[in-house]
């Protein structure tokens, strides 16, 4: 058991390497009544295909959220009605990187990690649930279809990318669960489930030795499992199509613009570009810039306006979406901002402000346990550990936010998705 202090944020992190494999991290929160445990597996919508132990697997999209929904069933109980018993409020989510399962609950905290590691270790799949869960999946499917929200950036996407499984969508499609069977789900379980490539960490006034004894207990000892994911051949710089259009039922057009970046490499570089390409996105076009303003005043945009970066494994992205009477106006404006800022710099000043209070932003976060546990299991599995943020914030320069921007928001990186009003 390591105890690692972070004077500077008013943090300690107890973090324990377990005989399983698992890696363990308890935040202490002294004085809250509420605690968060979350598990988190280093598996997402990204990782159909893979090879384990040398032998080469191809699995349909949407396995890994089809198994966030499963793992819910156990055989001999209802995991949500244990929950409830003790006062436990569970959830889970499934990302293009990584499945999670999370309870927060402000007493009985044992009884709700052993629930929330017991149903997590205990894969339960019969062909007549994972058939039943099918309708109830294809149902989710179909309601993101119909959001517009949902399918402009999943447009954009796949617009952006030709081979890498980001241009699918996290559910996968009607069609392709209707390929999952319970074998499936066993077989990515068995690959993916494992301790060494999972996370625990539970953040609030909790007893650490008791977070890791349990651990040790209730999970299953780690296998030895070798791992290669696939994301398909390396990608230009180039965007697989320019232009993706859709007409829906909306009153004003959507939009959702991206710029394709280089992917980061493993590390702290991969938080250092992170910081940077959401620096760009602020100084470019976020709400304290020159370009918001105009656009806000030519009522081209409206408060709905949002950018910033998304970094995954092999695929990296500078994007703005929102709604506009004329998109085409809001990405041409878009790209003769980022020309002016590389003839004329960036305003020191701006920049100054605009680092200043991204770190205050992610200081505030850790107000949030939620964020914690998230960030901490997200940035682990890149290598980096969350709460040195701020030596890794002091490192980024202007520079390199300028030369970030010059690289990546060009014409030739980048690509629009818009959802018209249907007519």
Not at 221 to 230: A, H, M, T, Y
Not at 298 to 325: H, K, P, Q, V
Not at 369 to 383: L, N, W
Not at 408 to 417: D, I
Request: net charge negative.
């Amino acid at each position: 058991m390591i105890v690692k202090p972070y004077p500077q944020l008013g943090e300690t992190v107890v973090e324990a390497r377990l005989t399983n494999g698992l890696l363990a991290r308890v935040v202490k929160k002294p004085g809250f009544a509420k605690a968060y445990a979350f598990m988190a597996v280093n598996y997402g919508s990204m990782d159909t295909r893979f090879q384990k132990n040398g032998t080469a697997y191809a699995t349909p999209m949407g396995v890994a959220h089809y198994l966030e929904h499963k793992l819910f069933d156990m055989p001999d109980c209802d995991v949500n009605q244990l929950f409830s018993r003790y006062g436990g409020s569970p959830n889970a989510f499934t990302s293009y990187d990584i499945t999670a399962y999370y309870v927060e609950c402000s007493e009985h905290f044992r009884e709700n990690l052993e629930i929330l590691l017991r149903y997590v270790s205990t894969p339960y799949f019969t062909q007549e649930t994972v058939e039943k869960e099918r309708g109830i999946i294809a149902q989710e499917i179909r309601m993101y279809e119909d959001s517009a929200d949902s399918r402009v950036f999943e447009n954009l996407y796949a617009a952006l990318y030709a081979h890498h499984p980001v241009r699918n969508s996290i559910a996968g499609t009607v069609e392709s669960i209707g390929d999952i069977t319970e074998q499936t789900l066993y077989q990515c379980y068995e690959a993916f489930y494992t301790p060494v490539n999972m996370m625990l960490c539970v953040v609030g006034d909790v007893d650490p030795e008791l977070v890791f004894q349990l651990a040790e207990q209730l999970l299953p000892k780690g296998r030895e499992v070798s791992l290669i994911r696939d994301y398909g051949p390396a990608e230009t710089m180039k965007p697989a199509q320019k232009h993706a259009e859709e007409r829906m039922e909306i009153a004003m057009p959507m939009f959702g613009f991206g710029f394709k970046a280089k992917p980061a490499s493993y590390g702290d570089d991969s938080m250092a570009q992170e910081i940077i390409g959401d620096l760009a996105a602020e100084v470019l076009m976020g709400e304290s810039s020159p370009l918001y303003s105009r656009l806000y005043e030519e009522n081209l945009i409206d408060s709905g306006f949002s950018c910033g970066y998304e970094g995954l494994r092999g695929a990296s992205m500078l994007t703005a979406g929102g709604d506009s009477r004329d998109p085409d106006a809001v990405y041409v404006a878009i790209l003769e901002e980022a020309l002016r800022i590389q003839k004329e710099g960036i305003d020191h000043s701006l920049f100054q402000r605009l680092k200043k209070s991204a770190l205050g932003r992610r200081v505030r976060d850790l107000d949030s346990f939620e964020s914690i546990c998230y960030r901490t299991c997200a940035y682990e599995f890149e290598g980096v550990d969350y709460f040195r943020f701020p030596e890794i914030f002091r490192a980024v320069t202007q520079e390199q936010v300028a030369q970030f921007l010059q690289q990546t928001v060009c014409e030739s990186r980048g690509a629009r998705s818009v959802i018209w009003p249907k007519e």
